[in-house]
């Protein structure tokens, strides 16, 4: 199988990327290694930038979209969104991302 990228979809048509509070953070942040020690500071922190980001639906959205499994998106942890996301693909609004 080959997995290829095809310009014709859309995963920013809002450009919500453009205007996200992480845009000129060290990405690292967002990705820690692991859940404890200086992880969790890690995880805090990420956290906090998305709390005050004005597009954090479009991001949770899009990492329920496009299936990210690790990272903080949206200001969800890992285990935050495999909890969502399973209450989001069986239809259940919960103050959920539209899809």
Known sequence: MVVTWNPLLAWDEEGWRDKAACRDTDLS???????????????RAAKAVCGGCGVQG????????????????????E?????????????RPSGLPRR
Not at 29 to 43: D, S, Y
Not at 59 to 75: H, P
């Open 29 to 43: 942040l967002f990705f820690p290694a692991g859940r404890t020690g200086i992880a969790r500071g890690e995880i």
């Open 58 to 77: 479009a991001c949770l959205r899009f990492a329920f979209e496009t299936n990210q499994e690790s990272g903080i998106w949206g200001g969800k942890d």
């Open 79 to 91: 285990e935050e969104r495999y909890r969502l996301r399973r209450m989001w693909r069986a239809g």
